[in-house]
């Protein structure tokens, strides 16, 4: 994405933008870099000739590695005049084709192009004009995939890298397809302005695609567990720098504290005794630094191999106020985070782990507003099933829904419309629910008391 100026400068691509480069049915994410070799599909090029280009322009590689775009995609296509009826007649027997691989290569080298190639290997097969039209459409296809050295740039979008990552490497994203993707943003009503909890470990595709739809107003919360919060899908994504001011981060194990009222987001004051981290480790190197006086070393700092030990402290003070820093920064961003939780006003939850999804959606529910709706995402229906029957006990939740995606792609053409043959078996389940406030306790007994028993005489 462009950080702003004219519209004509946002539809192109200009130097440092996220892009993905698409051949056929494959993706791939990466930035517009001067003179950077790109290797993708075995082959590898340059991309410095498509800034100033369009998205979604069509490229030829030719020599050299450079990208030269291709003026009318449409006029490029074969010449086929003649079309058989069937293929009863026509034997596989590999001599069609009069060219051999050394005639094709010895073309290659004179500069030809993808389509020129085919159109030698059209003209030059005997059986290509018995085939049917379907048959020559599809040799066609095939012949093109091959030969044609061509690539598309596209803008990134979560479909797109949906696509990318569940064609490549689609355990990094738990399965989860591009259709459940666009459910569950659905259901959680992900929109501008709003603040929305998210707890993923899916390369943070999830998390670039709610930053996405938000358009840079609202809050997005991100609940990360481990050290850090693993944000490679939100790089893809080349958001400008006012979508990452509404991106916070928030550690899961700080949870219980923050809703018990005893995490401490105070700064630390210096020569305190809450200072000591850094104190300890100067006091820790003062002993090897007096083992360290000894005529040996002593000769050998004279001869310039070791640092002296005034250089040494300095090293040793300059690391500390790097690590001084880092926690202070470290501590503003869950000091942020933590105001924006006390709250408990957010307004949707977005859960997609491999983690148990129960413990972490029981405790990240009570940060929700009531009548704001949740969505949760799993590659298999066991642990749904189980935070639906603690979620019904519990009580505080209406509208709980598991339900799965089921998509098939057809084939649209003429006369030969139907479901193609290869197609994902599935993608996951997806509970979602609204959340509801639920009655104090001894506010029922305070408003409407109980009736008392009349006592029954006896006659």
Known sequence: MADGGDDDSLD??????????????????????????????????????????????????????????????????????????????????????????????????????????????????????????????????????KYENTVTILRPTSRILALMYHGREPGKICHLRFDTLALMLNLANIHAGSKVLVFETCAGLVLGSIMERMGGFGSVIQMYPGAGPVRAGVENFGFPTHFHDTLHEFPICHVNALLAGTLDTRSKEPGTGEEAPPADVDGEEQPKTEQRDTPKNTETNAGGDQPTD???????????????????????????????????????????????????????????????????????????VECFTKLKEAGGTVNLRLTDTWLRHYQVLPNRTHPKLLMSGGSGYLLSGITVETERSGQTDSEEPAAKKQKVTES
């Not at 926690?327 to 942020?336: S, T, V």
Request: glycine share 6%.
């Open 310 to 384: 005034e250089e040494r402290e300095r090293s040793r003070e300059a690391k500390a106020l790097i690590k001084r820093a880092k926690q202070e920064e470290k501590r503003k961003r869950l000091a942020a985070a933590a105001a924006l939780l006390e709250g408990r006003n957010a307004d949707g939850l977005v859960i997609a782990s491999l983690f148990h999804p129960c413990p972490v959606l029981l405790c990240l529910l009570k940060f929700l507003s009531p009548s704001r709706p949740f969505a949760v995402y799993s590659q298999y229906k066991e642990p749904l």
């Open 12 to 145: 192109k691509i200009n130097e440092g933008d996220h892009v993905v480069l698409k051949r056929g049915d494959i993706y791939k994410a990466v930035q517009i870099q001067s003179r950077k070799k790109v290797v993708f599909e075995k082959k590898w090029f340059f991309l410095d000739n498509a800034v100033g280009q369009l998205y979604s322009t069509t490229f030829d590689i030719v020599s050299g590695g450079e990208l030269q775009p291709v003026k009318d995609v449409q006029s490029a296509a074969c010449d086929v005049k003649e079309a058989g009826t069937d293929n009863r007649n026509i034997v596989d027997d590999g001599k069609s084709q009069k060219l051999t691989r050394e005639d094709i290569e010895t073309l290659k080298e004179q500069g030809l192009k993808g389509q020129e190639i085919i159109q030698q290997l059209i003209d030059n097969s005997s059986s290509f004009k018995n085939k049917t039209e379907y048959a020559q459409d599809k040799y066609i296809k095939k012949k093109k995939k």
